[in-house]
């Protein structure tokens, strides 16, 4: 399993940038998929998920600031982050909870961490 994040950057406080993680199309159609991070001394929290129908979940932290959606055709997650402040500095990680009901197989997969630093 393949989880790709990309986007990651240093950026001013008050700036934006978008997240984006790609994954093989077997797992992502059948997963709730996330966005953790991860600050330096500070245990990983979650971001934001979104389920396979659309519904989203965002730490209070970001609501109203961070976006997340996905792109089932490309089977790719992306978070849009917006009005960036210094604390939202972290190492960004991508998540996918798979679950098939058929099989019944349920999984979790992380993707490589992504930085993103905010400048004050």
């Known amino acids: 399993v393949q989880l790709q994040a990309s986007g990651g950057g240093l950026v001013q406080a008050g700036g934006s940038l978008r997240l984006s993680c790609a994954a093989s199309?077997?797992?992502?159609?059948?997963?709730?998929m996330g966005w953790y991070r991860q600050a330096p001394g500070k245990q990983r929290e979650l971001v934001a998920t979104?389920?396979?129908?659309?519904?989203?979940n965002y730490a209070d932290s970001v609501k109203g600031r961070f976006t997340i959606s996905r792109d089932n055709a490309k089977n790719t997650v992306y978070l849009q982050m917006n009005g960036l402040k210094p604390e939202d500095t972290a190492v960004y990680y991508c998540?996918?909870?798979?679950?098939?009901?058929?099989?019944?197989?349920?999984?979790?997969?992380w993707g490589q961490g992504t930085q993103v630093t905010v400048s004050s």
């Open positions: 979104i389920t396979r129908g659309g519904s989203t």
């Open positions: 998540n996918a909870d798979y679950l098939d009901l058929e099989t019944p197989v349920a999984a979790n997969y």
């Open positions: 199309g077997s797992i992502f159609s059948r997963s709730t």
